[in-house]
């Protein structure tokens, strides 16, 4: 087997965004019945990063591409890894999960991607997020670690992440 360490693989590159509106209700998107993976299963807005694009900017186009709101970054979630599909190489994805809030208006505008939208509390989620497949489980345990980190938030959180999430090379906060 090779040392992955001396033999760096290819793999896709993505972003979570679990958004919350004022009232602290979560986004929950049903992934359309024809979609090639997940079909028919809650989730929050998922996508891949482009070439040359960073984690940040992915993640505010994948917002408003899916829902067609503009949102602030308020922590990272955590990250994530697995295979969209069979356990091949072409199918291995990295992923950062944020937390978001809404800036501006709170209308949901989805396209063809999914088939409805809910916003929920975290205990009304989580009631629902029971199916046994692995995409809900995630869904439903990302949204419990969401809760604990905003509890957890300091006041002077907001202003910390006013500028964003990504350091730059000097170690300042990229604009």
Known sequence: MPDP??????????????????????????????????????????GRVNQAEGFEDALHREVMEETGLQVHIDLLIGLSHFYRGTPVAANELQGVVFGCSIDGDEIVRHGSEHSEHLWAHAPTALQMLTAPDAGTRWLRQTIERAELLYSALPPTWPAAHASGVTLAADGRSED
Do not use: K, M
């Not at 972003?15 to 004022?22: E, L």
């Open 5 to 46: 360490v001396q033999n760096p693989g290819r793999f896709l590159a993505g972003i979570a965004g679990v958004v919350r509106n004022r009232a602290g209700q979560y986004l929950l998107l049903r992934r359309s019945a024809d979609r090639d993976f997940n079909a028919g299963v809650w989730e929050c807005v998922t």
